[in-house]
């Protein structure tokens, strides 16, 4: 299903990239005339006297070129990149950039060996920025909505450092260790969510098809039906009578809340506030935000940039909230000269003054003070996150085996009382004859 939706994407990218190209060519010739013109006018402007002013209208055009943000084409707003086209454009471009081929070269060869046409484009656009003199980075920024900035500050970054090659390795590895762990994600709830919507469809099914013809049956020997077996009866009465408006009110319903809890501000607290209450869902998300911020903190960090920066930029990649609005606490505490490990709850370690912190375990404080005193943040920042990997990967396998028994007693308790409902009667007709 996924594949699926990805090549009418595709498609759909190609159509307009097909359109744009079509525009770009009708009005080419207005283009180069226009250009033309410019430099006619720039030619003029240079063989004036140096101590003679420039006229204002070049000088306001090229303000206007360098404050204006470049305007994309259509095809390209509509290209979504997926993790694992991107993942294999950074493992290709730290493989070619290793082997010393230039940065227009590598993004040259990974261009001709792609074939969605919107990634061509793509590719175009930024070998042009390049050879306009952007770096790689600043090329990546013109693109937000198909680089992440935490990925990008990290290109950033390994350019001023010259170590390009190895934070593109790092972030290929790390993109594909974040698809492993997804998978284990949806391999661990795959099981439990077909039993449900076999559970869901059987029990549908049979209201549809088989306790109708039942129900008339009951009619026909005029007896009194027991309570639960009238219920059965009058639920199937409704989904089979007013099917429409059942329909209409679920899609009605699924989608209201969707808005209220992914669109609105409101809902997301409270659907976060509703998740962190939960037993084990609430355990497993303040993990995977912990392990989250561990692990883009530990990659910025690694790569040279400034621990302010690094929580503003990781502050922007966490999606939950809660975790925003702490991680911008701590940046200012660290701005206004506080410790990360003080503004995470250890005020003072020696004299075991701890403050509790909902959101940041005392554990991942004193590693970070560890890291603080003796200057190795980016690699307790990897052991946080390579310990929360864990417990996380522990706890899906144990909801796994759980969840199976218990879905499965979930789906034979649906069946079986409408089993019981429907056999009820017949014990009464039974006892009746006797």
Do not use: C
Not at 241 to 248: D, K, N, Y
Not at 400 to 423: D, H, K, R, Y
């Amino acid at each position: 299903m996924t594949a699926f939706v990805g090549k009418i994407r595709d498609s759909f990218s190609d159509f307009w990239f097909e359109v744009d190209l079509f525009f770009s060519k009708l009005f080419h010739k207005k283009k180069k005339a226009a250009d033309q013109q410019i430099s006619e006018l720039t030619n003029q402007q240079a063989d004036k006297p140096l101590d003679q002013p420039l006229d204002k209208p070049v000088e306001a055009k090229k303000e206007t070129v360098k404050n204006s943000k470049k305007k994309l084409p259509f095809a390209i707003k509509m290209l979504r990149m997926t993790g694992k086209t991107r993942l294999q454009f950074y493992d290709e471009m730290a493989t070619l950039v290793g082997s010393g081929v230039t940065l227009i070269d590598a993004l040259s060869l990974v261009k001709a060996q792609t074939s969605n046409k919107g990634l061509k484009k793509l590719y175009g656009e930024m070998i042009h920025d390049i050879n306009t003199g952007m770096s790689l980075a600043e090329s990546m920024y013109e693109f937000p909505h198909i680089f992440p900035k935490m990925q990008a500050a990290l290109v950033e970054a390994a350019e001023k450092s010259g170590n390009l090659k190895t934070v593109m390795a790092e972030l290929a590895e790390e993109m594909e260790a974040d698809q492993d762990f997804s998978r284990k994600i949806t391999g661990a709830m795959f099981y439990p969510v077909i039993l449900l919507v076999l559970a869901i469809g059987m029990v549908v099914g049979m209201m549809i098809f088989v306790i109708p013809k039942i129900a008339k049956m009951y009619e026909q020997s005029n007896t009194d039906l027991p309570l639960i077996t009238q219920k059965v009866i009058d639920i199937s009465h409704f989904i089979t009578t007013q099917w429409p408006t059942l329909l209409m009110g679920i899609a009605g319903t699924v989608f209201v809340l969707w808005i209220l809890f992914s669109k609105t501000k409101i809902g997301k607290l409270g659907w976060e506030n509703f998740v962190s209450i939960v037993p084990v869902a609430g355990k497993l998300s303040k993990q995977k935000n912990l392990m989250m911020f561990a692990s883009n903190m530990s990659m910025l960090m690694k790569s040279g940039v400034l621990i302010s920066d690094a929580f503003a930029i990781t502050q922007k990649t966490i999606s939950n909230l809660h975790y925003q609005k702490e991680i911008e606490k701590i940046r200012n505490g660290i701005i206004m000269g506080r410790e990360v490990s003080e503004m995470m709850g250890l005020e003072d370690i020696k004299a075991q003054k701890f403050k509790n912190n909902r959101y940041f375990p005392l554990q991942v404080a004193q590693l970070m003070h560890i890291g603080e005193t003796t200057g190795t943040i980016s690699e307790m920042l990897m052991k946080i996150k390579k310990n929360y990997h864990k417990s996380i990967d522990y706890t899906l396998r144990n909801i796994s085996t759980l969840v199976e028994p218990i879905m499965i007693f979930i789906v034979a308790a649906l069946v079986g009382s409408i089993l019981l409902a429907v056999m009820m009667p017949f014990f009464y007709i039974g006892t009746t004859i006797s």
